[in-house]
């Protein structure tokens, strides 16, 4: 210990003073694992005399922060002096709802302190402060897990939004909330596998930032249908319509207009459609199917780098555009122009960007690609894309939905959460009267169905392969194409929503063929991918594998395979084989399955980047829970960074990491119950 520290923590304000007149430089210190600089460990562990002198007095700056982001008030919090808080807070301009790396606020650390029986008067004083209890308030991200480029509509009492959904099927889903904070999937834009026209595209094509809009009785939805790059058309801009948010909508038809994010514009009975480069527009026909004049370009931009994902706004007399720019990566943001006249000269705002995240280290980043709405009594919020990292790189999440208020200047111009950037806490826009669905984390409850997240398989899967049963179970068919390929189908998946969790699916396994798999799988595209599963043998039996697939490579961990070198993720378990009798496990080759199914419990825990997976034996009895009896598989990956936008660099990587069933290499049909999705806070 420094004797800097030892007179911090004995609070002796006469030693701390002495030793930073001789030696200033010795605030910079830090103490312990996370790098906490003296002047915040200070705040938590030292008198509020010594605190207030290291602020005034000494070279500390109060832009400071440990490895975790966490700032002076953090600590100041831990101290749970209401003192030192209010003169960080009031004094010193901290800001109780600003989070650290993990979305921790000061605000947070006080309830939580509170709901332990301390610091009650630290959290009555932030309540005050900030105005409504930490428990009534929301967090960003409001749409977790692979919910990117959302576009909003308010249409009375209700908001409906639409996200992209990329080469997933059902395309495009439409969430609906009463509160703009709470979202259930109640439809979705393409529901016809016919009509999804998925079957040959890449993984990162597809459909892409849909807008949903309303005019004279009719909802809209339009987006871009993203082919690859193998003919000389790559884009073309989708539109369906509906009587009904949820549906069904119309057969899409595609307008030949080159370009990304198409959004719809309708004014005294008259149609648009936006497209990028830059924000162009062009008339439509009266159903909104047919271009009928030449694409203008309003305004290319306030930053001129991808503009793109443009909205327009009719507001007091002035056309608002609204767009992203700076690409989807750590430079993305949203900026906004103004005329007086719809194909007038725009004027960029003085303030732009009106929202863009501003610290490369903060745990929201890439926020843009917004559309602003206005609720029934006149006030106006912004939802907008963002994403969130692990190890400051990883959006294994891929890019989520936020929600900020919008405020607007004397002269006209929206600000988004008055320039902060995102919010981490944020008052919720109804306070009363909405309360937030039943959470699907119950590890007691088979999961819904259908389930509210939203289940999907990437393409439309195959006739009748994806069926739920009256107990909540679902029948899935083997796909012939293994996972690596694009013609694999019924791969039945959910968004990964938490950085940590577990998820569980109780498998009836029948004999299996030699090559055929079924089991669990960690996925993001056919280029990336983690699965864990029951295979079949030459012989009649089976055995267990881990298979990690990279770019065009697959590594197989399991029974029958080495534990991979270090630059690899899985290690392998010792050797395990199992009968198809149940038989006791050995290390032995696998023969003579017998006819009667294998009850199996998949499970996968997840922290972070690590994934651990356990396959265990199932006891069914009558009317009963089935019972675990004893574990038949494990295995360790430690490092799955690659099941992420940023994970390799091959193809189009928009989405995020999904979970789910599979069965592959075959034509036989398995029976899951998928029992357990619980996430960890």
Known sequence: MSPLQNAIEKKDLAEVRRLLTLSPNLIDETVGPKHVPLALHAAQVSSFEILRYIVEYSRASLDIFDD??????????LSGDPVRCRYLTERCGMDPLAGDRNLVTPYEIAWNLACGGSGGELYGWFMEKVGCPFEEMYKNPIRT????DPSILAHGDDFYMVNSSFIYFPCIPISHSKDLVHWEIIGWAVTNPEWALLDELEGGRGYWAPDISYDQGRFYITATYRLNDTGTVYRRQMVVSSDRPE???????FIEEDGIDPSLFHEDGKHYMLLNRGARLFPLSDDCTKQTGEAKLLYYGSQKHAPEGSHLLKKDGWYYLFQAEGGTGPGHRITVARSRELFGVYTPCPYNPI??????????????HGKPVRTKDGRWYMVYLCGRTLEGKYSILGRETALDPITWTPDGWPLVNDLKGPSVLQIPPFRKGSEAPAPLTDQSEILPVPDPCGWMTPRPPQTEAVRWQE?????????PAPLSDVD???IFLRRQTRFDFTAQADLCLPALKPGEEAGLVCYYDENTWLSCAAAGTEDGGYTFLVKEHIGKETTVCGNDAAASDASGSCASPAKTTVR?????PDDASVSGASPTALHLRFSVTVRKLHRHFTVLELTRMSGQEPEASRILFEADCPNVYYLCDEGIKMGKRFTGAMIGVFGAGGSGQFRYTLRRYREED
């Open 471 to 479: 107990d909540g179970s679902v029948l899935l068919l083997s796909s």
């Open 247 to 253: 549906g069904p909508y119309t057969k899409p038809v």
């Open 580 to 584: 198809g009798d149940n038989a006791a």
């Open 68 to 77: 975790d982001r966490r700032n002076i008030l953090h600590y100041g919090v």
């Open 355 to 368: 929202m863009r995240q501003n610290d490369p280290e903060a745990g929201i980043q890439r926020c843009g």
């Open 488 to 490: 694999a189908r019924n």
């Open 145 to 148: 897990g692979f919910f990117p």
